[in-house]
């Protein structure tokens, strides 16, 4: 059974920092590329980064790029997302997420989402 | 950006009735890579559908996708009471992939 499990979610002042994990078990994390998706309180869905299987890609949305690191710990089986320069609008439920993409996407493929955690919610305020 | 919006907002059926879900694209989404999910309060989504059309696995076969181009549906005949939840359709044919804003299917 798959399990995707996010943690260290909380309240933080603008300007600081958080750091994100998401345990995984019952796949082969070490094969999988991982996601983080954050939902804004009653908003829709949101991507914000992606780690390669390797760990040697990664990528971010605008909103997040230069504040937000993304890694992983296959030893650990765990995905981190480290959040510095936190503003009010980082407030939201951030879940992660394995990667699936379609096998003829040829070389233009992008992600679609198999398996998600319950997600850790992260208030930014003053 | 390809923009989806998915209508209506809000669905009000009952145990039993079919649900027809929209979700339209801005334009054309590449070889119909579209997928939806459904989420349930203080769940993170489930994958439902991907490539349109395709369940995912475990998903009942109640639960249809349909259509091409820039033109989505996500129809659930014999509605059950676990099916009442949020509903979102994502396209990634084209970066950045982007998800609709959700349809929320409630009890009437």
């Known amino acids: 059974q798959v399990q995707l499990v996010e943690s260290g979610g909380g309240v933080v002042q603008p300007g600081r920092s958080l750091r994100l994990s998401c345990a995984v078990s019952?796949?082969?994390?070490?094969?999988?590329?991982m996601h983080w998706v954050r939902q804004a309180p009653g908003k829709g869905l949101e991507w914000v980064a992606v780690?390669?299987?390797?760990?040697?890609?990664?990528y971010y949305a605008n909103s997040v790029k230069g504040r937000f690191t993304i890694s992983r710990d296959d030893s650990k089986n765990t995905l981190y997302l480290q959040m510095d320069s936190l503003r009010p609008d980082d407030t939201a439920v951030y879940f992660c997420a394995k990667e699936e993409m379609s096998p003829d996407c040829g070389g233009d493929c992008y992600p679609y989402f198999d398996y998600w955690g319950q997600g850790t919610l992260v208030i930014v305020s003053s | 950006e390809i923009v989806l919006t998915q209508s209506p907002g809000t669905l009000s059926l009952s145990p039993g009735e079919r649900a027809t879900l929209s979700c339209r694209a801005t334009q054309s989404v590449r070889s119909n890579y579209l997928a939806w999910y459904q989420q349930k309060p203080g769940q993170g989504p489930r994958l439902l559908i991907y490539g349109a059309s395709s369940g995912a696995t475990g998903v009942p076969d109640r639960f249809r996708g349909s259509g091409s181009g820039t033109d989505f549906t996500l129809t659930i005949n014999r509605l059950e009471p676990e099916d009442f939840a949020v509903y979102y359709c994502?396209?990634?044919?084209?970066?950045?992939?982007?998800f609709g804003q959700g349809t929320r299917l409630d009890i009437k």
């Open positions: 994502q396209q990634y044919g084209t970066s950045p992939i982007t």
């Open positions: 019952g796949l082969t994390f070490s094969r999988s590329a």
């Open positions: 780690i390669s299987f390797n760990g040697n890609n990664k």
